[in-house]
């Protein structure tokens, strides 16, 4: 595609943000429903458990559609695809306001996570093809910051419309915002030379996608729910799911028309990059997701301070993005990821330091201090695995990506909750051995919590239960710490030259 290597839009700060924006809208979908569900639940008349739902059908769908993205932008064209996506998002949004009844609602979350499949991964490939070889660090950055400020704004503007309004404006407020994207990408981008090319369906390929994907999905969104594999479920789900994976990664490698190009891990950056994507990713949403339950769970904060304390994890970021855009380049980018890695793993270590006595500014100085991290990871780490794609597998290459990371993200949410709950579990248990009638120490504390009535016996089991949470959270982030440490060796697998001066895929798009 080379012949849109010299194509230029009116303005590029405008189809910026024309299509950041729309990102920004998709990302923040991701999240922003969370803390509306006991509301959304008790309005349409369902258990909590089945309001869940909302979140699960947008993320299996969504799952589903991000492979697709590089056969359909083939097809159809990358900007007629991005503004359709877009509209049609905007679309499922308000039909999801509106919605009177779970079963609606659902189905509707359904089709808005189907039409937002495209839109990360377009907005990348797009921002990737309109500027120029040298500037595309500061394109990335950008959308770098989109992907860290959205997930963490959603839960807080999330609580915010939904106390203020009510919970159909958590939908309703993407409608000016995506017409408004959609108008701006159009007018900027229109006049970019588009190459169809009608490569045949691979029906077994989608197919098996969807079951294999959708079951992983399902089962990754219920596991801790329904106790794993105690539930027949889960079992069936991951049987169902792990033969149509099967299934479906012989048959795509094989076939000459894929709808997911698996063969792009034979090229080593893309490899490496897309692995380093997955588990810093994961590390980094498995953080943003144990703080605020453990804040909320143990140390008595509300949904909303929960939030206000993770949220200094945005502020650098923001800052930062700018310079490193501008000034990526000029250093090797496996150093700057390495140094991102370095700063997210001396956080995770100060905060297995934490204690029952933290106080809300410690925690918000060392998401701040995250933030470094934050900033310094995702546009090296895109930059880096799309560095030696040819310009014709640039956007199968960001739909791919995406739709990994978003998977370790599903992983991520689904193990992290479930190790951190059976290592609370075990510390508990291990604390209650020394509590008995004869040791000195208990017979104070039950002494000062009234005597030994099942009042007392019960404050007791509270503050075993909050110090074996307490240890817990510092196991995980330990872990998780040592986790980062080793990310930060293994992005030096990847072989430079990266960015404006790589191979094909800075030849443009």
């Not at 990360?120 to 921002?127: E, G, I, N, S």
């Not at 400020?149 to 993407?174: E, H, K, M, Q, R």
Request: hydrophobic share 55%; aromatic share 12%; net charge neutral.
């Amino acid at each position: 595609m080379s012949s849109n290597a010299s194509f230029t839009p009116p303005s590029l700060l405008l189809s910026t943000i024309g299509l950041s924006l729309a990102t920004f809208m998709q990302v923040l979908d991701t999240t922003i429903a969370n803390v509306a569900l006991p509301t959304i639940s008790g309005n349409l008349g369902v258990s909590s458990e089945q309001g869940t739902w909302v979140i699960t059908s947008f993320a299996v769908s969504n799952a589903i559609a991000l492979p697709l993205t590089g056969w359909l932008s083939r097809r159809f064209g990358e900007v007629k695809l991005f503004i359709w996506a877009t509209i049609l998002f905007v679309m499922a949004s308000f039909l999801c306001g509106i919605s009177t009844s779970m079963p609606e609602l659902v189905g509707f979350r359904v089709l808005q996570g189907l039409v937002a499949g495209p839109l990360y991964p377009m907005t990348q490939t797009l921002l990737i093809a309109v500027y120029p070889p040298a500037k595309r660090g500061m394109a990335l950055a950008l959308l770098a910051m989109v992907t860290v400020v959205a997930p963490i704004a959603g839960p807080i503007l999330g609580g915010w419309i939904t106390d203020s309004y009510s919970w159909p404006w958590i939908f309703f407020i993407n409608v000016p915002i995506g017409v408004f994207a959609a108008m701006v990408v159009r007018q900027q981008l229109k006049a970019r030379p588009v190459e169809i090319s009608r490569q045949p369906m691979d029906y077994v390929g989608l197919l098996t996608l969807i079951i294999g994907v959708g079951a992983l999905q399902v089962i990754l969104d219920k596991g801790n729910d329904l106790d794993w594999f105690e539930s027949n479920f889960i079992v069936i789900g991951a049987v169902i799911s792990a033969i149509a994976l099967s299934v479906f990664v012989i048959w795509e490698m094989t076939d000459k028309h894929p709808v997911v190009n698996l063969r792009l891990f034979a090229y080593r950056n893309f490899r490496i990059g897309t692995i380093v994507l997955i588990l810093g990713y994961a590390g980094f949403f498995g953080i943003n997701l144990i703080l605020p339950q453990w804040l909320q769970t143990q140390m008595g904060y509300t949904a909303t301070w929960a939030g206000l304390a993770v949220a200094p994890i945005g502020i650098l970021p923001v800052l930062m993005s700018p310079f490193v855009g501008k000034y990526a380049n000029k250093v090797d980018l496996r150093l700057l990821a390495g140094l991102a890695f370095l700063a997210i793993g001396l956080s995770c270590f100060m905060r297995a330091g934490f204690t029952n006595e933290v106080d809300f500014g410690h925690i918000a100085m060392v998401q701040l201090f995250m933030g470094i991290g934050v900033a310094l990871f995702f546009m090296p780490t895109l930059s880096i695995l799309m560095s030696d794609l040819p310009p014709s597998q640039i956007a199968d290459g960001a739909g791919l990506a995406t739709f990994l990371r978003t998977l370790g993200g599903s992983f991520a949410a689904s193990l992290t909750t479930w190790i951190w709950i059976r290592r609370a579990d075990q510390h508990h248990a291990y604390l209650s051995e020394s509590i008995t009638t004869f040791d000195p120490a208990t017979r104070d504390t039950l002494s000062n919590l009234g005597g030994a009535s099942t009042r007392a016996y019960a404050q007791l089991d509270q503050v075993l239960t909050s110090q074996a949470y307490m240890l817990s959270t510092v196991d995980y982030f330990t872990l998780l710490g040592w986790g980062f440490m080793g990310l930060m060796l293994l992005v030096w697998l990847a072989k430079p030259p990266f960015g404006a001066k790589a191979g094909p895929a800075a030849a443009g798009h």
